[in-house]
């Protein structure tokens, strides 16, 4: 069973799509009161993942349920464009809570049962994180904490049979980038699906040498 937090979402339903059509069994888990079929075998609503123990509760029901666990994709999360002079340390704190507590909790959550068998954890960077730009501190700071989550933790587990990568997006191809941004050349951004097949790729046997990684999928931006 993979787990998948934020499946409600645009990517998060491209990944379940992508992982379910790709033989794996799927666990939907997100906060919305409902989540779209995309193929997965179970749907976990109403989770508020920035909560340790809803996080456990949600996931002990999962693995209670299917028997295993074997990988964990955090794609909950959010974003925000502020500048310095005009925000609010509130949305630092928003930021914060959206980006990386819910991956930390998730990650907390699934190493008892990966342990087990082993298995792969893959986490929602940014590229954007890497240099900031004109509004996307608070973005990019909670960003990067995910990252260095994925480096320490790939550490932490390294000789527990758990593989832990993140990858490092640059503008996705959704319908809310599309409307901010509707004079930019979309075909140049990163579909949905084709994040989703990089996540595939690093959940499965073939990227079995590969762990503490933060890939750049950057497309042709």
């Keep these: 069973m993979i787990i ?3 499946a409600a979402g645009i990517l998060g339903q491209a990944v379940v ?3 379910s059509a790709a033989g794996y069994s799927v666990a939907a888990v997100d906060l919305a009161s409902e989540i779209a079929d995309a193929g997965q075998g179970l749907s976990k609503t109403g ?3 920035t909560r340790a123990d809803a996080v456990r509760t949600a996931f002990e029901a999962i693995v209670l349920e299917a028997g295993s666990l074997s990988g964990l994709v955090n794609v909950a999360g959010g974003f ?3 500048t310095i002079a005009d925000g609010s340390l509130d949305s630092w704190d928003r930021m914060y809570a959206m ?3 819910t991956a930390v909790n998730g990650c907390a959550a699934a190493l008892p049962y990966l342990r087990k068998d082993g298995g792969a954890i893959v986490n929602i960077a940014a590229n954007g ?3 900031a730009d004109t509004g996307m501190a608070a973005y990019a700071a909670s960003k990067s904490g995910v990252m260095r989550l994925t480096e320490a933790l790939a550490k932490e587990e390294l000789h ?3 593989r832990v990568n993140a990858v490092m997006p640059s503008i996705i191809d959704t319908p809310a980038n599309r409307k901010d941004m509707p004079d930019a050349k979309f075909s140049d951004w990163v579909s949905t699906k084709s994040l989703a097949d990089v996540i595939g790729f690093l959940l499965s046997d073939k990227a079995n040498a590969v762990t503490g990684a933060c890939l ?4 042709r931006c």
């Excluded at 750049?216 to 497309?219: A, Q, S």
């Design 99 to 101: 980006n990386v507590q």
């Design 160 to 162: 527990n049979g758990i």
């Design 47 to 49: 989770v508020d993942l």
């Design 216 to 219: 750049p999928v950057t497309g």
């Design 17 to 19: 799509k992508e992982l």
């Design 80 to 82: 925000i464009w502020e």
């Design 4 to 6: 998948v937090t934020g």
């Design 129 to 131: 994180a890497v240099r």
